[in-house]
């Protein structure tokens, strides 16, 4: 696809965390969305959201001045949430703009997971930070989870409906982060020498249709994908068991808890207590046709 930018292309390289969540945040979760980015952007990451309410509004104000890359729904140069047009015209001067759509379009639902996965796919990692059962956010922590990148989630009161997303993922493997240390520690042995220049600007944003522009951690590979799913079925069946079916070593059970974690954020496997998982009922139904 055709990607439309504006603003500071170099920005499009290196080491990028998206930061996302609730538009209907709380204070605390907005001022953690900020601490976050702000720590982030002074240890030399770029922050990268989606320039909605709440949490991304957030993200982008405390690293405007570090770099900040706001992925949109709609044409580069359509206005949306209105509230947010001075945040995107300083973001379009002193950041980057990025949008799939051509110019003019007005978003709409149907645009905003295309979006999410931009945003995920230019990323090293996504944090979520107050995400309801059925945010959004979860739709791109999971296209970041087929993408190979990590997962990180702010954990939140059992009872703010607005955290019962970001407390699943935790439950379910993602990085339990309370800081941007959290972040920094998982990333920061992937890196290796990422070093952004003006000069590779045009190869960095040639790769975000694709999402590619990062190196990520390994998944295993289709093959492997099936292996793990054919060991699944509706009885429920221990994680445990499925480890030492696959394999003991550490890739295989970080395999293990991702390709779990993706067919649960994608309505596909429930968890029981005791370290059980099973398939559900549609799933398996569909997987005998």
Not at 16 to 24: C, E, K, L, Y
Not at 54 to 77: F, K
Not at 143 to 148: F, K, P, R, S
Request: one cysteine or more.
């Amino acid at each position: 696809p055709l990607v439309c930018v504006k603003g500071r292309p170099e920005l499009s390289i290196g080491r990028i965390v998206a930061v996302v969540g609730a538009r209907q945040a709380s204070a605390l979760g907005q001022r953690m969305a900020a601490l976050i980015a702000r720590e982030l952007g002074s240890r030399g990451y770029v922050i990268t959201s989606g320039l909605a309410r709440g949490v991304d509004t957030s993200a982008h104000e405390a690293s405007l001045s570090s770099g900040t890359i706001a992925a949109l729904a709609g044409g580069i140069d359509v206005v949306y949430p209105p509230q947010n047009e001075a945040l995107m015209d300083q973001i379009g001067e002193t950041g980057l703009l990025v949008s799939e759509m051509p110019p003019g379009l007005k978003p709409s639902a149907r645009h905003f997971p295309r979006r999410n996965r931009l945003i995920s796919g230019m990323s090293l990692g996504v944090v979520i930070i107050e995400a309801a059962r059925r945010s959004g956010s979860l739709i791109t922590a999971r296209m970041a989870l087929e993408q190979g990148r990590e997962v990180f989630a702010v954990p939140g009161s059992p009872l703010d409906p607005r955290a019962e997303g970001a407390n699943r993922l935790i439950r379910d493997g993602a990085t339990l982060t309370r800081s941007a240390d959290d972040v920094i520690e998982v990333l920061e042995p992937m890196l290796g020498n990422i070093a952004a220049g003006p000069d590779d600007a045009s190869a960095g944003l040639a790769d975000f249709a694709e999402g590619a522009n990062q190196p990520a951690p390994v998944l295993p590979d289709e093959d492997a994908r099936a292996s793990i799913t054919a060991l699944l079925s509706v009885s429920p069946t221990s994680i445990d068991d499925i480890i030492r079916q696959s394999g003991s070593d550490a890739a295989t059970v970080a395999g293990v808890a991702g390709v779990l974690l993706e067919l649960e954020l994608a309505g596909r496997l429930v968890r029981q207590s005791g370290q059980l998982v099973a398939l559900t009922p549609q799933d398996e139904a569909t997987r005998s046709q």
